[in-house]
């Protein structure tokens, strides 16, 4: 029998107000599989990963990550599956009045899992997966860069070992140096720790680069998942727009060449 998705997404529906923004979306995400979430402004992508990891509720349908209801048990077990994913938003969520060491030592902390003395080596080890030096823990976040603060923020988020990341616009705001070294390190990271990662992005390099498949939220729910390559053959408008303009060709070409 195979094995359950780390996602799945069944008859979900989400209104604000009197506007629906998602109706009866369907979502399964294998183990290993990096997708890219893509839609038009206003389509409801970034709260979608918010109701997977439970920011967000839907009005109506089912979340399930690694085969159980998000909320499925007492409040135990519900702590147990929220250790097996982490999200870094797009705009990092750093704690302001904590060092770059309290920052990723944060969960750590909360979740009392490890000793000081422990914690000490872990956050020296995240810092390390990311790229950062030792120095860099005594930094507050006001004295990053923004390619710094995505680092931190994805060391903190992988603070907890997780399975599961969800990664909200990763590259917004990096010029396209940092950009492109940001998107290594993420590669580099979920071959090496064999992460499923759920992005959403609307960096056609970004997602040319990552992506092992492609879901397309459009009419307010999952239009097309697919590879790249099938997703571009599809004659449907938005596609057509989103993907197969000149700019869009060069931008793909370059994540594929990266």
């Known amino acids: 029998m195979s094995a359950a998705p780390v996602v799945s997404l069944r ?4 209104r604000f107000g009197t506007n629906w923004v998602h109706k009866g979306l369907d979502l399964d995400v294998a183990a290993g599989e990096v ?5 038009g402004s206003g389509s409801g992508k970034t709260t979608l990963l918010r109701q997977i990891v439970g920011l967000l509720q839907p009005t109506e349908g ?14 135990a077990a519900q702590k147990l599956r929220r250790r097996r994913f982490a999200m870094c938003f797009q705009q990092g969520a750093l704690f302001s009045a904590l060092t770059v060491y309290d920052n990723i030592a944060f969960p750590l902390r909360e979740s009392r899992v490890a000793s000081e003395d422990e914690i000490r080596d872990l956050v ?6 990311v790229e950062l030096q030792p120095e860099h823990a005594a930094l507050m976040p006001a004295e990053l860069s923004g390619g710094m603060i995505k680092r931190v923020a994805l060391a903190r988020a992988l603070a907890l070992e997780p399975e599961l990341l969800l990664l909200d616009e990763p590259t917004a705001g990096l010029d ?12 580099d990271l979920q071959r090496q720790l064999g992460l499923t990662v759920v992005l959403v ?3 056609l ?11 397309v939220l459009a009419e307010k729910k999952i239009l097309a998942y697919d590879t790249l390559d099938a997703i571009m053959k599809l004659e449907h408008p938005f596609i057509q727009e989103f993907f197969l303009s000149e700019r869009s060709a060069r931008a793909l070409e370059r994540g594929r060449g990266a």
């Open 11 to 14: 008859g979900l529906s989400t």
């Open 35 to 39: 997708v890219s979430l893509v839609g």
């Open 205 to 215: 390099d970004t997602l040319a680069a990552l992506s092992s498949r492609v879901a």
């Open 201 to 203: 992005t609307h960096d």
């Open 62 to 75: 089912t979340v399930a990550l690694f085969g159980e209801p998000l909320f499925a048990g007492n409040r």
């Open 176 to 187: 396209p140096t940092r950009s492109a070294a940001f998107v290594e390190l993420v590669k």
């Open 124 to 129: 020296a080890l995240k810092l390390g997966m």
